[in-house]
């Protein structure tokens, strides 16, 4: 395992700081990365990706994030010589609503496949949405136990909002099992839907 201790640090200098401590990998390796903001995150995922390294993220605290990048082994050279860049967040107002915990009609299992495929494949967009909405069924993706846990907290630590119905947590019992993202009410999902550029309903 590798720390790479980047809090406080201004873009460039995490991807510099990550860059150099994927250079140095010649096996199999995992490297961690602190930053504190979200750009940083953003940044970091987009280099370690594109070196070959497989990443999640996570957001520990208030500024304070966890990228971590599983390497298979030493990456390619020609690599190693792409630019280090600091690209600023500039997503529209993009968001997603996720109203069961399955996606489609018909077999209920293939759905929640399903489902786990759609929110993994948010995570690989080029352009992350701005927000996701969870209410209903929906709300317990959210919650303890649910298999798309790592991907959403990978998304919210590159600053996506993850927001889910308390109402519905609350008639499913799971209140006190919200493991990521804000507990919000009716009248913020519908002010956040009427004031997006675009929705996305699986």
């Known amino acids: 395992m590798i720390t790479v201790n980047a809090m406080g640090d201004a873009c460039p200098i995490p991807v510099i700081k990550t860059k150099k401590a994927i250079q140095k990998v010649t096996g199999a390796e995992t490297i961690e990365v602190l930053v504190d903001n979200e750009i940083a995150v953003q940044n970091v995922t987009k280099m370690a990706q594109s070196s070959g390294g497989t990443v999640t993220s996570e957001k520990l605290a208030e500024k304070e994030f966890k990228v971590t990048i599983?390497?298979?082994?030493?990456?390619?050279?020609?690599?190693?010589?792409?630019?280090?860049?600091?690209?600023?967040?500039?997503?529209?107002?993009?968001?997603?609503?996720?109203?069961?915990?399955?996606?489609?009609?018909?077999?209920?299992?293939?759905?929640?496949?399903?489902?786990?495929?759609?929110?993994?494949?948010?995570?690989q967009l080029e352009e992350l949405p701005k927000t996701i909405l969870f209410y209903n069924g929906g709300a317990k993706i959210t919650a303890e136990g649910s298999e798309s846990l790592e991907d959403l907290k990978t998304l919210e630590a590159q600053g996506v909002e993850i927001m889910t119905c308390g109402t519905c947590l609350d008639y499913y019992g799971l209140k006190e099992k919200l493991k990521v993202g804000t507990v919000t009410n009716m009248y913020s999902i519908v002010e956040t839907m009427n004031n997006a550029d675009k929705i996305l309903r699986p």
Do not use: Y
């Open 70 to 123: 599983q390497l298979s082994g030493a990456v390619a050279k020609d690599t190693e010589a792409a630019p280090v860049t600091c690209i600023p967040d500039s997503r529209r107002n993009t968001v997603v609503v996720i109203a069961a915990d399955h996606m489609g009609e018909g077999k209920e299992d293939l759905g929640k496949v399903l489902i786990k495929g759609f929110i993994f494949a948010l995570t």
